[in-house]
């Protein structure tokens, strides 16, 4: 069976070596950044324990640096961002409502439980 | 019929018409849709370990304490193995990307040798993840120790400074030995709780005592409260750390130690903690082999040059996706295992 579809559109994504080139150098510059915010992100763990009183702001930059890193990688080796925009956020809207909602409804339940379990006994 | 439509449409906007949604292909758009399907799994199971954080009772393991030894060099390297590990699994999912753009110029030679470049990576991160898993249950030379008033504490530092085999067996002669070689023998001792005086016997009959030192970085950290040392996070060191460790070890009472980890229980924290670090980086490691397993196809298929007479390494890009999606899971599993 022919596949024409398939043709199609992979032949719409084909580039030339000037285009090549640019696209590899913005692939090692992510390689760079992605190294390097792992890299810091290990040299503070060492530094700052979880007894360390600025534990809070530093677990909750662990989490946005985790989400840059996401971003990166979505974005630039997954190509979302040169997918079309409609293709993008349905991708992404949906998960993002979900896993907030579960995020949300997860920990806050965990919490409760916490609390009656302190309460009354495991 | 109600009627017919008044205006002809032209033939090129329509699916059937060459025309794919999101002018993506119906097999990157079904790769996509996958892919966030099991972003979501994933995602549930992160949560869900959350959760379980969240209403544990006891103290929860850190991931620097956990994880702080490297191959050959042993421990007081924390975080570092897995970093390496994060730095292997980014490195691979670069040459994967550079595979794919290699694909859009139809060069065959740069397709293969990123494509090789990215196995051996996924290979390099499947066998780090096999001595982490052997490390993890395993565990370490201390274990967590059962005080004798019904705290539990992880120790660190050294104590165990070597062994003397008093009288011989048919497995160990008479002479001084290296903690290693009999450590396994006297760590099933102290779990059957047939230590004396620092003094046991092995399977082959010898008679074996160790000798230990006091050293003032030995040290006793309370992990569950007991009815002296009632509070968690509480810091035991020196003398007194020493004559705790060697009072719960020659007790004669069974399993005052726990040693590693298993799915029942681990020396690291809640059992829970075991149960989804074996779980959720299972499920990942099992990814990462398939993921490692369909790119060994998908070489083949490069090598063969299937792909550069349909005209398009589009297969390569699929694989790729997939590949990036198990390196982008591990962002997250190592942020909310190790780091925080």
């Known amino acids: 069976m022919e596949r024409d579809d398939v043709i199609e559109y992979s032949l719409d994504t084909h580039h030339d070596e000037a285009h090549g080139k640019k696209l590899r150098k913005k692939i090692w510059q992510v390689t760079a950044i992605l190294t390097v915010i792992t890299a810091f992100e290990v040299g503070t763990g060492i530094v700052f324990k979880q007894s360390s009183e600025y534990w809070q702001v530093i677990k909750w930059m662990f989490i946005c640096l985790t989400l840059v890193k996401a971003a990166y990688i979505v974005l630039v080796f997954m190509h979302l961002g040169d997918e079309k925009k409609t293709l993008k956020y349905i991708i992404l809207v949906p998960y993002f409502i979900f896993v907030l909602y579960l995020i949300f409804i997860s920990l806050w339940e965990g919490k409760a439980i916490d609390a009656a379990l302190k309460l009354y006994g495991a | ?340």
């Open chain 2, 1 to 340: 019929m109600a009627g017919h439509a008044t205006n002809q449409i032209d033939a090129s906007s329509l699916w059937g018409g060459k025309v794919s949604p999101f002018s993506t292909s119906y097999g990157k758009l079904m790769m996509w849709f996958f892919l966030v399907s099991d972003a979501l799994t994933f995602g549930g199971l992160l949560i869900a370990y959350g959760f379980t954080r969240h209403d544990a009772q006891i103290s929860w393991p850190i991931g620097e304490e956990t994880f702080n030894s490297l191959p050959f060099l042993g421990h007081g390297y924390p975080l570092i193995y897995v970093a390496l590990m994060t730095f292997i699994l980014i490195v691979s999912s670069v040459t994967m990307v550079l595979a794919v753009e290699a694909g859009h110029r139809m060069d065959r030679k740069g397709v293969t040798k990123w494509m090789i470049a990215t196995i051996i990576g996924g290979f390099f991160f499947l066998g780090s993840q096999a001595w982490e898993w052997s490390h993890f249950i395993h565990g370490s030379e201390y274990g967590k120790v059962e005080l004798a008033d019904g705290s539990k504490a992880t120790v660190s530092g050294h104590s165990f400074e070597n062994f003397t085999v008093t009288k011989s067996g048919h497995d160990f002669k008479k002479g001084t030995y290296e903690t290693e070689e009999l450590l396994h023998d006297f760590h099933h001792a102290i779990l059957a709780g047939k230590v004396k005086d620092n003094t046991f016997t092995t399977h082959g009959g010898a008679v074996v005592k160790l000798n230990s030192k006091v050293d003032e970085h030995f040290k006793l950290i309370i992990k569950e409260p007991g009815s002296k040392f009632s509070k968690v996070g509480k810091a035991i060191f020196g003398a007194e750390a020493n004559k705790l460790y060697y009072e719960a070890i020659n007790s004669g009472t069974k399993n005052r130690v726990t040693y590693g980890a298993n799915l029942t229980s681990n020396e690291y924290g809640p059992a829970q903690y075991g149960q989804f670090f074996f779980f959720i980086t299972g499920f990942h490691g099992f990814h990462v082999f398939s993921g490692v397993m369909i790119n060994i196809i998908i070489f083949f298929g490069v090598l063969r040059g299937v792909y550069h007479k349909r005209g398009h390494y589009e297969m390569v890009e699929k694989t790729g996706l997939y590949w990036h999606f198990v390196d982008l899971v591990w962002v997250f599993v190592f942020t909310f295992f190790y780091l925080v």
